[in-house]
């Protein structure tokens, strides 16, 4: 096992993964920016190092002063936790080259998944089932123009490049083509640099669920069930569920043996989601991430499991010592995603915390680096706090996930917690009737 890890992350994900490791008895080392100075997985971390100041282009993103960081405190491995260089295929490699060990999937599963035309290639030849479209990039007008008739409108546009929504575009019908097409291009080309297209059907009505798998070095996978994250807002989610109240045991069955199978035949290891749309009783793969996510927990809570312990012990090279029958489903489970930003513009918030209460009780868990005094800049994502909920029932858990959110207080800047508040008490919601267009049509931006 590891005795020295460091979290080449921030805020609470980097608090998230130094606590796995004190359970562990792994000491931490915190890389900083000069804006995080005062954070709190620098104050809890054993050692810390500054890597950069402010713009993440020039310390999170920064490989090199990473790796440095890596060398002078004497680390065996470097956890790289969400987003920044999480799915970077280049650093896994410096990682590994260096001799310190990446904690994640191999080099070669970060870019196989990290390019949508190859993962959804590689999905459909592992027997996961995928939205009907184009096989690879489409090279032209007519190519789109013959694909579309085959599959039927309406189309979707996609970068192959693609991210956070950019560079999709609909088209209804065969007279809209010419133009969805045009503007997906550019508007890939500039986003990513990258204006390689494909195409697939577009779904009117369909919710997000997604597959948590956890794989080891010796051939050994399990799922940990699914996760609903329908509730969206321009891509980003917002409040996410498990189980999802729109799947049947028998579809939660087959999705989760789908996804299992496919990762033990692509020799993945590590934690990884697979991302579906759902509609009409169909799964379609939609992309996998090859890393832990955000809303993780929800997974922890109804299986007991701690991903980023098991994460940290099948990269140190450690059997999973647990197989899918030893996995028990108990209750349900919400994690609210807390942002510092207005709950109606949802312009960002950034600015001092005044006062911090974060909710307590039976069945309540808030991952969080806030404190009172501490300021959130204004440099990195607005997510400052996750409460997570679970109950025996559905029921139980929302009225727990109401009553925590009232108890929760953050004073300074402005939070989304009215907008959680008017979430729980929506009939749609508590029906559990939602699919990935509600929220937008509730929030009315
Ligand atoms: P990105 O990597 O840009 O986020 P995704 O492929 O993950 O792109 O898609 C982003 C979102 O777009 C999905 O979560 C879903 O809301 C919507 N979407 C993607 N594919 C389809 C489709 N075929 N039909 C309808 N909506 C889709």
Not at 168 to 174: C, G, L, S, T, Y
Not at 196 to 203: C, G
Not at 381 to 409: F, P, Q, T
Not at 419 to 424: E, I, T, W
């Amino acid at each position: 096992m590891f005795e020295k890890v460091l979290i080449a992350n921030r805020g609470e994900i980097a608090l998230r993964i130094h606590r796995a490791c004190r359970e562990m008895g792994i000491r931490t080392v915190a890389v900083h920016s000069t804006a995080d100075a005062d954070a709190m997985h620098v104050r809890l971390a054993d050692e810390s190092v500054c890597i950069g100041p402010a713009p993440s282009r020039d310390s999170y993103l920064n490989m090199a002063a990473i790796i440095s960081a890596a060398t002078i405190t004497g680390a065996d491995a470097i956890h790289p936790g969400i987003g920044f260089l999480s799915e970077n295929a280049k650093f896994a490699a410096m990682v590994e080259e260096h001799g310190f060990t990446f904690i994640g999937p191999s080099p070669e599963h970060l870019s196989q998944m990290g390019d949508k035309v190859e993962a959804k290639a590689t999905a459909k030849r592992f027997g996961i089932p995928c939205v009907p479209g184009s096989d690879g990039a489409i090279a032209d007008e007519a190519e789109a123009a013959r694909v579309a008739e085959e599959i039927g409108y309406p189309v979707l546009l996609k970068a192959a490049a693609g991210g956070g929504g950019k560079g999709m575009k609909v088209a209804n019908h065969a007279g809209e083509l010419k133009e969805a097409l045009s503007m997906a291009k550019a508007e890939a080309k500039a986003a990513f640099g990258n204006d390689a297209m494909y195409m697939e059907k577009y779904l009117g009505h369909p919710r997000h669920i997604e597959i948590q798998i956890l794989a080891d070095n010796h051939g050994n996978a399990v799922h940990l069930g699914e996760r609903d994250c329908s509730l969206q807002r321009r891509h980003q989610k917002v409040l996410e569920e498990a189980p999802s109240p729109a799947l049947n045991a028998d579809q939660r069955k087959e999705i989760g043996e789908i996804a299992v199978k496919a990762v033990k035949a692509m020799g993945y290891r590590s934690v990884g989601t697979i991302e579906f749309l759902f509609q009409d009783g169909k799964f379609y793969f939609i992309e996998m991430n090859t890393r832990l996510q955000i809303e993780h927990p929800i997974s922890e809570m109804i299986t007991g499991i701690d991903l980023v312990r098991e994460q940290i012990r099948v990269a140190s090279g450690a059997p999973l010592g647990f197989g899918q029958s030893d996995i028990t489903f108990t209750g349900h489970a919400f994690e609210c995603r807390i942002n510092a930003e207005d709950p109606v513009t949802f312009m960002p918030s950034p600015g001092l915390i005044t006062d911090f209460h974060a909710a307590g009780g039976l069945g309540v868990r808030v991952d969080s680096a806030l404190y009172a005094g501490y300021k959130v800049p204004s440099n990195y994502d607005s997510l400052i706090a996750k409460l997570v909920v679970h109950g025996k029932s559905r029921n139980e858990a929302l009225m727990r996930a109401r009553r925590a959110l009232e108890e929760m207080v953050i004073l300074g800047v402005k939070t989304n917690i009215p907008l959680h508040q008017r979430l729980v008490a929506a009939p749609d919601f508590i029906n559990g009737d939602y699919d990935i267009r509600w929220l937008e049509k509730f929030v009315g931006i």
